[in-house]
């Protein structure tokens, strides 16, 4: 696992080891459709600006140790008032330092347009010493602040260590502005250039890169043509950029490529869904050009097209078959690295056997969960297991739902049944509607809802597939799982068996054995059946009636350890258990704490562990993940030892599973293929930015996996003096015309209704 303030000792060393990985590294044995053949460049963003400071120096380094060897540090320059120097993320110093000192603060006409703030040009390099870096987009993680000063180009050049592939790329957005205020930013680069290395020389400004074409060879250094907004005016010839781009051979004249956004390339439209790809790519190639698409972030939504997979959307600009952009500018460079060194043109073989994949609700991150769309895509994303957590009708039948309340997973809150919202406090704090008080025929008159638990962070999931798919019975799955060649078995989740047996006159127990004996399945030797249960009692009654089952174990909370006598006691009646992220790597807001033992003392009583669960949404990875949850699989598989995963995205981890970078000895694996050290980012804190200690998970003691037998399953007698069953709702799926019992307060429905929009 990677430490980070040791690493960055090291940085000199360890940039002058040429990594010997991935196939795709060699253009000769896997060529690229870029411009030479050769693989896409890395262009760090201000360095690994996705998490640090842009321009800082944790940022500039740790893009070092964390990306390809021959990535490009970016740095936006600006002019100090005495002809200085410096990288900085913005032209207004407001905008990401700590300066703070009013009677300097300017208005200036930028590109025609009136800008209040601190400039460069009002200030000594001296005068900005005691300025320092803070991260200038508010939804990252503001520990970092103040660890870094201000840094000049020349210290920035000087962190690329002697002999590394690594290089420099001057970004230089606003000559014009500069020339106003008798500062040269010509005059600035030709002597930058003779004092240290330049690969990429880049302006917004097509005056810039004519006055300077002629004193660059691009053996040295490239100059590249970077287009704004396609309705910007360009500010020396007044044209749009849209306009120029319709000009390729003519930029060809004084430059080697193109930067455009990524949208120049693949639209997206208003609904955030991809649009037909623009032949900009084929067309730029065509013109001799170079073409680096930028705006590259992993934590900010993607179009729904990409699953949330900040790697799919790499491929999609280098791996589709048709064309390849020949670098990325990206503000997390450690994505792009692996996707193109380990996980482009991947075969259908995985690398290593780990992790085991099952789904969650099946490939629920894409459909809705434990409809027939969702287990058939997980089927074809690669998942190994294929789950359901099984519910009960009224009329006896075992369906496949995410959650016992219809009202998580279904629109029957715009139906007829809402008269049925009831509260059952042994189920869930607040009122809901019950798979067990509805039919199976009443409940397919029902649509299936998209499950999204980041809709507080506007990261809803497919919209265009929110009501997708139809519900499954257990029969039904079965049969999916038994006719899917790739899928080696199933999970069967079972909750609130006590329940519904006391309360109901339900076995759920007693309905999944029956359907498990008629299945097919349950003569397919090769296929594995999972009964998962957080009830002891459960996978005891299966084990007394069957050895065919692994019988798994759900610990349902955190926790920070296992006493021996309780992993002993599960031993007994369990082949496997299934904890949570954080048992493994506790969290302390927001950022890796330390590592437990407990994978280490489950596995030491010969227990697989799986964990759940796992998502691609970048909200749902700590920091130390880097918004990647490749980085995050990578840390529980290879770094903890976990042997599956249970994940709403199969697709991702087989990708993961299939990596080129897996299996390779210490010294030729990546660094962006390493897993990431728990704690690890709070070395680069300083003491004020660090987070307070938070309460530890409890300890898994005997008494908490000690439950006594499932009642029988007895109906509940019918209300005293009424001499009636229990009211029923019709077949027709229709709401009764009366409502007999308990009637509940229109209040207490428009409450539960409105959680769910």
Known sequence: MWNLRYLLRLLPLLCSIPFIVAQGSDPQSSPWLTLTGSPPLVVAHGGFSGLFPGASFNAYSIALLTSVPDVLLWCDVHLTKDN????????????????????????????????????????????????????????????????????????????????????????????????????????????????????????????????????????????????????????????????????LTSIATFAQGILVPKSYIWPVGSDLYLQPSTSLVADAHKAGLEVFASDFVNDYPLPYNYSYDPVQEYLQYVDNGDFAVDGVLSDNPITPSAAFDCLSALGPNKTQAKPLIVSYEGASGDYPGCTDMAYQKAVSDGADIIDCPVQITSDGIPICLGSINLLDRTNVAQSGFTNLTAPIPQLQTGPGIFTFGLTWDQIQSLRPVMFTPYTNYTLPRNPRAKNAGNFMRLSDFLDIASNATSVSGVLINIKNAAYLAANEGLSITDAVMDVLNK???????????????????????????????????????????????????????????????????????????????????????????????????????????????????????????????????????????????????????????????????????????????????PILEEDDVTQGPIPPATKPSPPAGTGAAPPQAPPSGQPPKTVVGIVFSVAAVVWTIALLF
């Open 84 to 247: 200085n120097g410096i990288c900085f993320p913005n032209l207004n110093l407001a905008n990401s330092s700590t300066i703070d000192s009013p009677r300097d603060e300017k208005t200036y006409s930028v590109n025609g347009k009136d800008v209040k703030g601190y400039f460069p040009v009002d200030f000594t390099l001296d005068d900005l010493a005691n300025v320092f870096l803070v991260q200038g987009i508010y939804s990252r993680a503001p520990n970092f602040d103040g660890t870094s000063k201000i840094l000049a180009v020349d210290e920035v050049a000087a962190i690329i260590p002697t002999g590394s592939q690594a290089g420099l790329w001057l970004n230089v957005q606003y000559d014009a502005f500069y020339t106003k205020h008798n500062l040269s930013m010509r005059s600035y680069v030709l002597a930058a250039s003779r004092q240290f290395g330049i690969k990429y020389i880049s302006s917004p400004e097509v005056a810039f890169l004519r006055g300077i074409v002629t004193r660059f060879s691009p053996r040295t250094t490239k100059l590249v043509f970077r287009f704004l907004g396609q309705n910007e005016v360009e500010p020396t010839t007044n044209q749009t950029y849209g306009a120029l781009l319709r000009n």
């Open 519 to 697: 299945s097919r399945i349950n003569n397919q030797r090769s296929k594995k059946i999972l009964i998962e249960s957080s009830d002891s009692a459960v996978l005891k009654l299966f084990k007394a009636r069957s050895n065919r089952h692994e019988l798994v174990y759900e610990v349902d909370e955190n926790i920070r350890d296992a006493t021996n006598s309780t992993i002993g006691d599960i031993s007994e009646f369990a082949n496997s258990i299934i904890i949570g992220k954080e048992s493994v790597f506790p969290r302390n807001q927001g950022f890796l704490g330390d590592q437990t033992d407990v994978v280490a003392k489950l596995h030491a009583y010969k227990l697989p562990v799986y964990v759940q669960f796992y998502d691609n949404e970048f909200v749902s990875q700590p920091w130390d993940f880097f918004s990647d949850p490749y980085v995050e699989i990578n840390s529980y598989v290879n770094g903890a030892d976990v042997d599956g995963v249970i994940t709403s995205y199969p697709a991702t981890s087989s990708r993961y599973r299939r990596n080129r970078c897996l299996g390779l000895s210490a010294d030729q694996t990546p660094s962006y293929m390493t897993p990431a050290g728990p704690g690890q980012l709070f070395s680069l804190m300083t003491p004020q930015m660090m987070p307070p200690a938070e309460a530890p998970n």
